[in-house]
């Protein structure tokens, strides 16, 4: 929630701390999910893919080299080879020893606290995924929460997801223009409960039909003030930005 500068009315907006509040803190770490809430957003997103011996983790690539110490596929490394990496180091010296989350992990701390959107990174590469996500946040009770969302950029598992857990709000990401076609956004619709195209694509076309045809419309993602006042121009119901004040100071 936020108000606007010129206007003077309250506008309800979601704020989603994109990977965290990772613009102050390593991404998908405790760090930034801790960030977040301080900073009172309304979601932390999360990227989940799954270890070698099929452990669950908080992680953005599909391979640690970017925001670890180490090297090499995450499919391809155990959990005990993840927990060993450094994943707040290369953010700044104070964040060393950060480790990669367990999904779990996340739910335990976060349940109750902020709502948490979760992102199946790559699917297509972890089979059944989908149902090791639904038998985790049925152990939290989380599976007809209000405050969870699933996204992906592979609508095909975002499918099976609805039908496995037709109780929580289901998110289609979209980067390509050919998935902002009235057609295709009437499809989505069958299974998606929000559709959640990248900035660069929106129009208030675009964001009028997706809500007509009953889907919420979120977009991503804000690094900088200007980028804040873009999409904020735009009659959409939730943010995801790397920076929360950004949004919530508007
Ligand atoms: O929430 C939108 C965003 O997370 C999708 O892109 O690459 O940051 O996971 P990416
Ligand atoms: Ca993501």
Do not use: C
């Not at 206007?7 to 704020?15: I, K, N, P």
């Not at 998935?179 to 499809?187: M, P, R, V």
């Amino acid at each position: 929630v936020f108000v606007p500068k010129s206007a003077g009315e309250v506008r309800h907006l979601f704020t989603i701390a994109h990977r965290g509040a990772s613009g102050y803190a390593p991404e998908n770490t405790i760090y930034a999910f801790d960030k977040a809430v301080e900073m009172k957003a309304d979601y932390i997103e999360i990227d989940v893919q799954r270890s070698k011996d099929g452990k669950l983790v908080i992680i953005h690539d599909t391979t640690v080299n970017r925001t670890t110490n180490g090297a090499g596929a995450v499919k391809d490394l155990t959990f005990k080879e993840l927990q060993r990496l450094d994943a707040g180091g290369w953010k700044g010296k104070h964040f060393s020893g950060a480790k990669i989350p367990l999904f779990e992990e996340v739910l335990a701390r976060y349940k109750g606290k902020i709502g948490i959107l979760i992102e199946l990174k790559s699917p297509g590469l972890y089979p059944g995924i989908e149902e090791e996500i639904v038998n985790k946040l049925k152990q939290f009770n989380l599976d007809k929460h209000k405050k969870i969302i699933i996204q992906s950029f592979n609508f095909k598992s975002m499918k099976k997801m609805k039908q496995l857990l037709p109780d929580v709000q289901i998110g289609v990401l979209v980067s390509k223009k050919k998935n902002t076609t009235e057609q295709a956004i009437k499809d989505f619709s069958s299974y998606a409960d929000y559709y959640n195209p990248s900035f660069e694509l929106l129009t208030d076309d675009m964001v009028r039909t997706a809500k007509e045809e009953g889907m919420k419309v979120l977009s991503w993602t804000v690094r900088s003030p200007e980028a804040a006042d873009f999409l904020l121009s735009y009659n959409i119901d939730a943010v995801a930005t790397d920076y929360p004040d950004y949004v919530l100071l508007q």
